[in-house]
């Protein structure tokens, strides 16, 4: 593995720097090392959505969230050694030190090679992408090509989406249509792809959720619902085993984001007295992807034949007493191609 620097982070840097150097790594781990360069512990996307979804403030030293009990081999070692370890516990990387100093790190999916897919968590819940809006947030591109066609890299945003599924094992996916549609199906009926599909074609349009009412007894295991504009790189298999283990009625997947103000804010009291001024703050969030894995029995809670939106859903089913679980991804995981500059972000630096 060339560029060993960008997948080691000093102790002294934050939770948040810790994250942003493990996005720019690309394979949701780090090592953390000390003053000599030496591996003290190592970090993952994992610690980040547990310090994420337990409040912890992210710009606390990385420390906080170290894993020092951490699993290694030397340099020594040999194949049936990363074997034993990948097929014996749950790990995706396993760092190789020398003498306490980072010389490598094997991932798994390129120790088994990713076309062998009995080595990744397999999935065989159903996907839905709702592909029925208009797309005016690209528009003029969009008068011309539906949205889900818009091309990222040499394939159009739904089939990059897809991809994304397919190499968890998913197979079976559920296309809403509207705008567009029989656009959308020519490119499926053109193109020999591994997909069952089938379509779900709205009279009208019925946002985000109402279409998912045409799914009742088709569909009778949690499922994920994914907008057609949104590109997450992550561990599929880990949301779902989340889903599940929670009991949640749906599961949201959020990214963290972070906003600086270029400008002073002025705190004013109820009297109209200025108070404070705080100088170009910065904030961080979890915002909504727009990915989601939804139980079957909530397809009842959705009107028939009437625009319903993913929101209506989740404040129907927390009025109703069941859960909303969230499921915390890293900034650079998620890409919202639904938008002028993140999809002009999207070619330049693509995934």
Known sequence: MKDLIKYQVPLTFTIKEAVSQMDDGGIGFCVVIDE???????????????????????????????????????????????????????????????????????????????EKLEHLPIIKNPVVIMAGGKGTRMDPFTRILPKPLIPVGDDPAIKVIMDNFWK??????????????????????????????????????????????????????????????????????????????????????????????PYGVCEVSASGILSNIREKPEYDFLVNTGLYIIDPKLLNLIPSDTYFDMPDLIEEAQRRGLEVGVFPVSEKSWKDIGQWPEYKESLSNLF
């Open 168 to 261: 968890f094992g998913m197979n079976e996916f559920h296309i809403s249509l509207n705008d567009k549609g029989r656009m959308i199906k020519a490119y499926f009926y053109e193109h020999e792809l591994p997909y069952n599909i089938k379509f779900i074609e709205e009279k009208k349009p019925l946002g985000t959720a109402g279409a998912l009412k045409y799914l009742i007894e088709k569909i009778t295991v949690p499922f994920f619902v994914s907008n057609c504009d949104v590109i997450i790189h992550t561990n599929y298999a880990a949301i779902m085993d989340f889903h599940s283990q929670s009991g949640h009625g749906i599961t949201l997947v959020a990214s963290m984001r972070h906003y600086k103000v």
């Open 36 to 114: 000599e360069k030496k591996v003290i512990g190592v970090i993952s996307d994992g610690d980040f959505r547990r310090a994420a979804l337990s409040g912890q403030d992210l710009d606390c030293e990385v420390g906080k969230i170290l894993n020092k009990s951490f699993v290694y081999v030397t340099e020594d070692d040999g194949e049936d050694d990363l074997e034993n370890i990948f097929s014996g516990l749950v790990v995706d990387q396993i760092p190789i030190l020398n003498d306490g100093f980072l010389i490598d790190i094997v991932t798994k999916d390129k120790f088994y090679g990713l």
